[in-house]
């Protein structure tokens, strides 16, 4: 027998019986249990016949909220949130949206046209040295108005650079091939007994070789004319010579320094007044001299820190792997070589790592012989 059947008999029991011996009262009583357990009861029935209830949607209860706080005369509800302002309104009504719900389609700038998109790669294609401007003065021309900013966003998507393959002015200004642009500068260090000493730099900003480490007593016992003395010799005992050489305003380089390379033709770029980040090439050298050597030695005599800075000036060129280079030396980057690819291990079997030492073997150097080891020889 259903549940149903039951509500319905134990009903017709209550009704009976009220009607029988109870006052009216009571059976009205009687009469409203009976109706709420045959209410329940059929409340079961549909449950059992059309599956779980769908929940209800989160607007549909704002709503019956809404309403139950108009209707029962909330004043505290209807003076501070019906009668405040319309931000407050607008921020109580997106409470109750979904959180899940798609947003709508709020407008905006449309996509671009596909032949559009598929003109500016052809432009891009046919003219590797256009950008994104020219690419968009182009299409102007025909008619097209696409600003440069969605040209260089469509080329950046399919892979190109928007800018071009133009070369930067930075790299105009250093240089572009061997002994185009040096860079020169001094930096102080110290002896063991305290005594201050001035280094001159000299750099190749293109092959970043350094081309001398000149030490000098002091900066009361040097002249402009030690400077360009000691320049002339580089010249002459490295046979090389720059076309341009840039410094900062120090007076050293001013006078015979100044005259000198008038003579030979060489242009002097000098740096802005304290701005030594533009001989950034220099300052970087000197940085490297002194985290790499000065910083871990102090030397007796100016002869023995020459003769240290020019086992340093040896290992930098020849033996130490520059970052800027792709891990190349600047002599061998100097010189045209490249890496060549990597050895089978047979033949790395067959020869030996030689380890050279520099600076009293303050810096170590790696040079891979073909002759095979010791033990293997014997």
């Known amino acids: 027998m259903s549940s149903a059947t039951n509500a319905f008999l134990g009903v017709s029991y ?3 019986r009220s009607r029988c011996k109870l006052s009216e009262f009571r059976r009205l009583y009687a009469e409203n249990l009976a109706l709420k357990a045959c209410n329940e009861a059929l409340r079961k029935e549909l449950r059992k016949a059309k599956g779980k209830r769908t929940a209800m949607p989160i607007r549909a209860r704002a709503l019956q909220v809404l309403g139950y706080l108009l209707n029962r005369n909330n004043v505290r509800f209807q003076k501070r ?4 302002c319309r931000s407050t309104v607008r ?18 700038r449309p996509p671009i046209d596909p032949k559009i998109v598929a003109m500016i790669l052809q432009i891009k294609r046919d003219n590797p ?3 994104s401007v020219k690419i968009a003065k182009t299409l102007a021309q025909m008619g097209i108005q696409v600003s440069r900013y969605t040209v260089a ?7 190109f650079d928007p800018t071009g393959i133009h070369q930067h002015p930075w790299k105009k200004w250093v240089g572009a091939c061997k002994d185009e642009i040096w860079a020169m500068d001094f930096c102080f260090t110290q002896l063991r007994n305290g005594m201050e000493m001035m280094l001159l730099v000299v750099c190749d900003t293109f092959t970043k070789e350094i ?5 000098f007593e002091g900066r009361d016992c040097i002249a402009s004319s030690d400077v360009a003395a000691t320049l002339g010799s580089l010249f002459y005992q490295t046979e090389r010579q720059p ?3 840039v410094h900062d305003r120090d007076p050293l380089f001013q006078g015979q320094v100044m005259r000198a390379l008038a003579v030979l033709e060489i242009d002097q770029l000098k740096s802005p007044p304290r701005y030594p980040t533009m001989n950034c090439f220099a300052e970087r050298t000197v940085q490297s001299v002194k985290h790499e050597l000065l910083d871990h030695i102090r030397a007796e005599t100016p002869e023995a820190l020459q003769t240290l800075l020019d086992d340093y000036r040896l290992w930098f060129n020849e033996y130490r792997a520059h970052e800027g280079l792709n891990g190349m030396t600047p002599d061998a ?5 490249r890496i060549e690819h990597v050895p089978p291990i047979n033949d790395l079997t067959a020869g030996r790592l030689k380890r050279v030492e520099f600076a009293n073997g303050l810096l170590t150097g790696y040079r891979w012989l073909d002759e095979p080891p010791v033990d293997q020889a014997a």
């Open 14 to 16: 209550l009704l009976w």
């Open 81 to 84: 949130y019906l009668g405040t």
């Open 91 to 108: 921020i109580w009504t997106t409470r109750f949206r979904h959180p899940f719900r798609k947003p709508k389609n709020r407008g905006g």
């Open 129 to 131: 040295r256009f950008g």
């Open 153 to 159: 966003k469509v080329l950046r998507e399919n892979g």
């Open 211 to 215: 081309m001398q480490l000149k030490v």
């Open 243 to 245: 076309e341009k050489i």
């Open 333 to 337: 980057y100097a010189n045209g070589k």
